[in-house]
């Protein structure tokens, strides 16, 4: 099916804002791009590529609403068990839909939280499945890990703070053995062989060097070189994490992942929020991309990226929404006016502009998910486009404003008009187009009410056990 779009203005990655234009796409393809003659008539919309999210997890609902608000990483991430398992598929088609409304076009999906309830290749066909239904390209990350459950170092000493009660939970929650090394990766080549398609990318997933033992990650880094897979990791997320770091790895983290051949251009690290210069440099180097995720960092209290000193080294640096974006939605255009205002430099210094923020959504965050875009709106690239309601977005019209500076004043998910990927249109106008988004939500919140009862009692101990990691960690490294 041909279909052409005309629109006021094009955006993309050329750096170069184009005017009036008509763009024809067959299928999943753009066949061409031009302008339009003068006293053509057109759509008064911006059209530029579907976004990329580089770091998410796929996560059913908002955190907050488990009393995650304001929780540092080390106590937040054991609060997540407060979430009983659901339908796999309403888990993950709420979070797609929510992500093409938030103008995402590929998203990773960091598949930490299983939902057990059969095994574990048939849960990935049916996370595999929403994604299609959605219409969301998706990388999925299988989770590899196999050290510290509770805390970066010896479980003992947390489980000997806690009373009988609280300990007999934690460690029924938190301390069974983990999968042999061996058998994680086999799991990884089955979900390969079971969903890898064009529209998913299988990639590994060691969720960080404080959870994987040297052999985990070191079998990694040969099974990444020698089938060409990537890999998707946390690194230096929190000060407690570079601490760990500091002290396992005195000769440097970035320079230990490079020596074991974890680090290369098919790695992607989440974070990196308590990099050195030295890592950077080093990551750089590499050809490795970074996502940063503004929002997360904040809701998580785990700090601001240094995203001016990682694009001054020549990272490439993407964008993750890490399912805590600013309002807790899934808004990748109001996350690129985030990363901007807190990362451009101050008065008139100029560190990071618009156009290193629309690289890292438009071309380096889909070269992490392996997705096709390249950021560019020109023949031949996949018509994977968002279609924005520009007289919207300029609804004073004044005088005429570039539409990049109203883009990253006030764009929004409000904003979007249609999303288009791999040719077709996955949400119009506010609504998601493959799946009934409302209807999930809401039969997925029954759900998780439903299997609420059944996290009582570890409700009942959570506060104990927050206590004692808190100690843990401020006794470590001043007050969290
Ligand atoms: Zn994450």
């Known amino acids: 099916m041909t ?17 009036p234009s008509a763009i024809t796409f067959e299928g999943d393809r753009i066949t061409s791009v031009a302008a339009l003659p003068a006293g053509a008539s057109f759509d008064d919309v911006l059209v530029m590529p579907a976004l990329a999210n580089a770091h998410d997890h796929g996560r059913q609902v908002r955190t907050s609403s488990i009393g995650g608000f304001g929780k540092p990483l080390e106590i937040w991430l054991h609060r997540l068990q407060l979430f009983g398992p659901v339908d ?33 290749v048939s849960e990935a066909k049916v996370v595999a499945r929403a994604a299609k239904d959605v219409g969301l390209r998706i990388a999925f990350g299988i989770a590899l890990r196999d050290t510290n459950p509770l805390v970066y170092g010896d479980s003992q000493p947390i489980l000997a703070g806690l009373s009988d009660a609280a300990r007999a ?15 994680q990766l086999a799991r990884v080549d089955a979900v ?38 990537r890999v998707h990791m946390h690194l230096l997320e929190t000060k407690y994490q570079r601490a760990y770091a500091d002290q396992h790895f005195p000769q440097g983290i970035a320079r230990h992942l490079k020596d074991i051949g974890l680090l290369s251009t098919r790695l992607t690290l989440a974070h990196c929020t308590w990099a050195t210069p030295e890592d950077l440099a080093i990551i750089a180097e590499s050809g490795a991309t970074i996502s940063v995720n503004t929002s997360s960092n904040l809701a998580l209290r785990s700090g601001l990226a ?12 993407g964008i993750g929404i890490d399912g805590q974006a600013f309002d807790e939605d899934d808004d990748l255009l109001r996350e690129m006016r985030l990363v901007w205002s807190l990362h451009a430099g101050w008065g ?27 950021g560019l709106i020109e023949a031949g690239a996949p018509a994977d486009l968002l279609v924005i309601d520009r007289a919207a977005l300029d609804d004073d019209a004044l005088m005429p404003v570039d539409p990049v500076d109203l883009l990253f004043a006030r764009g929004a998910a409000r904003h979007l ?7 077709r249109t996955v949400a119009l106008v506010g609504k998601v187009s493959g ?31 927050e206590t004692v990691i808190c100690q843990h960690f401020s006794d470590r490294l001043g007050c969290c």
């Open 169 to 183: 939970e934690v460690e029924g929650r938190f301390l069974s053995p983990p999968m042999s090394v061996k058998d």
């Open 435 to 465: 799946v009934d988004l409302d209807a999930i939500h809401r039969e997925l919140r029954a759900q998780l009410r439903a299997g609420m009862a059944d996290r009582e009692s570890f409700r009942c101990v959570l506060p104990e056990l």
């Open 306 to 317: 240094p995203v001016a000193a990682m694009l001054k080294a020549g990272c490439k640096v």
């Open 3 to 19: 279909r052409i779009l005309t629109a006021a203005a094009i955006i993309d990655a050329s750096g170069q804002s184009r005017g």
């Open 348 to 374: 008139f210094d100029a560190e990071v502009s618009t156009a290193d923020v629309m690289r890292a959504v438009f071309v380096n965050g889909h070269r992490s998910v392996n997705s096709p875009v390249t």
């Open 192 to 229: 390969a062989e079971a969903i890898a398609s064009p529209m998913v990318d299988v990639q590994y997933g060691p969720n960080g060097v404080q959870w994987s033992t040297p052999a985990l990650l070191e079998a990694i880094a040969e099974a990444s070189a020698a089938t060409g897979r």
């Open 417 to 423: 008009k249609e999303s288009i990927v791999a040719g």
């Open 88 to 120: 796999p598929y309403l888990a993950a088609a709420a979070p797609f839909g929510r992500a093409v409304l938030g103008g995402q076009g590929a998203s990773m999906v960091h598949y930490t939280r299983a939902q057990g309830l059969t095994d574990y």
